[in-house]
């Protein structure tokens, strides 16, 4: 029996897949993982994922520069979850900031809570879509 | 312009929601809540979810008292993913574990990684669904 058997996919072939800074927890993004990218991403160390909008196997920061490299990959009770502890190198957000997770409620609006490291433009040489 | 507006719900209505340990950055367990949930979670300050499973509104800590006291609501980059910093009462896991991700991948199997806290039978009166 494979670890890959205790994964339950969900009806698309997919799990969401937390990716937390191992160094100091941050959260940094979620993203979707089908079987070929958490195989991948166990077998290179590197994190691979599903793009459901552009239906395409990508691994992060192969536009960017910005890997992801993998220290941990675990599942949650249900089977149906995995968190994914990295040492990334660079922003992991498209946008330019550490994290994904740069917004929270304040009062009644979504306001930064961090800085943003670097530009889209610097990133990808384009403004991100 | 309501801060609901921002998030993107997906085709059932549904946003992923990750719950973290606001005191050490742990990854406690990912739910998933709907306009309500959300809406009730930062009027209540307790994490409120919508089970696919059960189609059934639920606060966690309703059965094992459990609760989860939020500190902190924040969206990701797509608007997609909410990540809620909590300080929790007990173990978030229903079986027992303070973290729903307490297996790792160790060579080709998920390994426990944390010790049970309490046993589900202690917890709800009886074993988990």
């Known amino acids: 029996m494979s670890y890959l058997d205790k994964v339950k996919w969900n009806e698309d072939g997919l799990v969401p897949a937390i990716v937390q800074d191992g160094r100091d927890g941050r959260v940094l993004m979620m993203a979707w993982m089908n079987q070929a990218s958490l195989e991948k991403t166990i077998e290179t160390r590197r994190t691979w994922f599903w793009s459901r909008s552009r239906r395409k196997f990508w691994m992060k920061g192969e536009s960017s520069g910005h890997v992801q490299v993998v220290k941990d990959v675990a599942l ?9 502890q990295v040492e990334p190198v660079g922003p992991a957000c498209h946008e330019g900031f550490r994290s994904c997770f740069f917004r929270s409620l304040q009062d009644v609006a979504w306001a930064e809570t961090e800085p943003r490291l670097v530009s889209p433009e610097d990133m990808y040489g384009k403004p991100p879509k």
Chains 1, 2 share one sequence.
């Open 76 to 84: 949650d009770c249900d089977g149906d979850t995995l968190l994914i």
